[in-house]
């Protein structure tokens, strides 16, 4: 699909820095809408330009309130379709409920295909999103779905700040080439962790498979929530010997006891990225040094600057 309209930059209230951010990147100015609520908490969206014929692309990552958050995307789109934008780009920086991608239960949803279903049905004509719970969402979408990686934000730090004896660790098998693609990069030995969960939000790590005594370790994950699971594969590694803990990970959701469980971690740094902005108690441990907020603003906007050239974004990946 060729556009000739210029890119217009939107966004929803669930990252308004993060877009800002990318308009800087882009050389353009934030495009004016409102975004306030009625008093029933209803999302009162208007456009407050013209649109007829642009390349519209929409920054709204559906993180908490999810469903809220999620809610303004879809009347985002609406709206931008029926004002006759000539494209409307959905950028997901992350995707909500992206871990119920299937039935592993019975009598649970699919609740990621629910929403790719609603996205397209809303009006998008793409989406643009980074480091997706399970890549296989991509085939959720009836329309074209660009797929970043964080990765060489992450990586690319760790290079410019390199940690000796490293050893980069999969906190479950399903992270496995995740782990292996970081480990290549830095030229760091791999580590793997057998984990059992019994239910949501509850972890139990079982077994460390490889050397890590005596190691710097880097845990890699592409998203913590409430930071159970995480906690607990550094405190299997500090069992069994390991010297600093390391965590990095794209999305940090950061719910519930998660600020709580970290602080009592063994783990010294923890590297995250903009996809969700930091809450209150996030930017303090921030402040303590405890977390590193990497931007990802650069990395979209070279993807939305791609989609509206319709050059390949596939130099963007790891």
């Known amino acids: 699909m060729s556009v000739t309209g210029n890119i217009k930059i939107f966004s929803g209230n669930a990252h308004r820095e993060l877009a800002e951010k990318i308009c800087r990147h882009l050389s353009c100015d934030l495009g004016s809408a409102s975004t306030d609520r009625f008093s029933d908490g209803e999302f009162n969206f208007q456009i407050g330009e013209n649109v007829r014929g642009a390349d519209v692309f929409i920054i709204q990552p559906t993180c908490p309130p999810t469903d809220e958050s999620l809610m303004e995307l879809l009347i985002m789109l609406d709206t931008f379709k029926r004002a006759s934008a000539e494209r409307v780009t959905a ?17 649970v949803p699919i609740a990621a295909k629910l929403i790719a279903n609603l996205i397209d049905t809303s009006g ?21 779905v660009d797929h970043l990686f964080a990765a060489p934000v992450i990586v690319n730090y760790f290079q410019d700040n390199p940690i000796d004896n490293l050893v980069v660790v999969a906190p479950d ?120 907020v990497l931007t990802v603003a650069e990395l979209l906007a070279t993807g939305i600057k791609s989609i509206h050239d319709e050059t390949s974004v596939s130099f963007l990946f790891i």
């Not at 950028?91 to 009598?107: E, L, T």
């Open 124 to 144: 998008a004509d793409r989406v643009l999103t980074i480091d997706l719970h399970a890549s296989q969402i991509q085939g959720f979408f009836d329309i074209p």
């Open 173 to 292: 098998t399903g992270g496995a080439e995740r782990a292996r693609a970081y480990a290549k990069r830095l030229d760091a030995g791999l580590v793997l962790v057998d984990k059992r969960r019994e239910k949501a939000n509850v972890a139990e790590v079982m077994n460390v498979v490889g050397e890590v005594d005596g190691m710097n370790c880097l845990i890699v994950d592409d998203m913590c929530d409430t930071g159970g699971t995480i906690c607990k594969v550094a405190a299997a590694l500090h069992k069994n010997g390991a010297n600093e803990i390391y965590a990095c990970f794209s999305h940090g959701v950061l719910s519930g006891n998660a600020i709580k469980n970290l602080r009592g971690s063994h783990i010294k740094k923890i590297i995250v990225t903009d996809t969700i902005p930091l809450d209150e108690k996030g930017l303090v441990l921030r402040d303590e040094g405890r977390i590193e």
């Open 91 to 107: 950028v997901i920086p992350y995707f909500g409920y992206a871990r119920s991608d299937k039935k592993d239960r019975p009598r």
